[in-house]
T-cell receptor, first 119, second 109 residues
């Protein structure tokens, strides 16, 4: 099946610093990538949708200047948490949408997530 | 607006017993409904989608538009079915998925 990787898998940073999280589709081209946030024991909340080569579309309540998303190629999207604060600590999950494994149906494949802890 | 409701946060059954995880949705158009599963320490993965009407790992789900439900069922639960299950809805042309809060299924031996 299709694989989506995220790097790093976990990161600890000091308050005020910026953190970049990478999301890659390893064996297929992702026309659209999604970034989610998941708090402990809660569901996934969509933060933004990005299409390759265009600006990301952010969900209501998500600060686009705080969470910078770049989708430079069909296999790579990055999320940068700028000037991180403790309340930004969370589990960030990316998802890539595309045809994979010879399938005829565009499907969303999820990355393993990145645990961000801001001290 | 689209909304997905999973009323049960926790569900515990014994091995071999039938299991039903409930999912109700709210959407004004024709939705696509999915069930995703997340096993312990693993990533979220697609279990099944309503348009394919398939059975995966013994699980089935039928879209009931009248009741706006998409309950997940399995006649005989197995211990390896223990996981977090999320119902999700996709509406419109933007491919966004809206997730329910999830149900943690525990199958006891």
């Amino acid at each position: 099946g299709a694989v989506v990787s995220q790097h790093p898998s976990w990161v600890i940073c000091k308050s005020g610093t910026s953190v970049k999280i990478e999301c890659r589709s390893l064996d297929f081209q992702a026309t659209t990538m999604f970034w989610y946030r998941q708090f402990p024991k809660q569901s996934l909340m969509l933060m933004a949708t990005s299409n390759e080569g265009s600006k990301a579309t952010y969900e209501q309540g998500v600060e686009k200047d705080k969470f910078l998303i770049n989708h430079a190629s069909l296999t790579l999207s990055t999320l940068t948490v700028t000037s991180a604060h403790p309340e930004d600590s969370s589990f960030y999950i990316c998802s890539a949408r595309g045809l994979a494994g010879g399938g005829s149906y565009n499907e969303q494949f999820f990355g393993p997530g990145t645990r961000l802890t801001v001290l | 607006a689209q909304r997905v409701t999973q009323p049960e946060k926790l569900l515990s059954v014994f091995k071999g017993a039938p299991v039903e995880l409930k999912c109700n949705y709210s959407y004004s158009g024709s939705p696509e409904l999915f069930w995703y599963v997340q096993y312990s320490r693993q990533r979220l993965q697609l279990l099944l989608r309503h348009i394919s009407r398939e059975s995966i790992k013994g699980f089935t789900a039928d879209l009931n538009k009248g009741e706006t439900s998409f309950h997940l069922k399995k006649p005989f639960a197995q211990e390896e079915d223990s996981a977090m299950y999320y119902c999700a809805l996709r509406g419109g042309s933007n491919y966004k998925l809206t997730f329910g809060k999830g149900t943690l299924l525990t199958v006891n031996p």
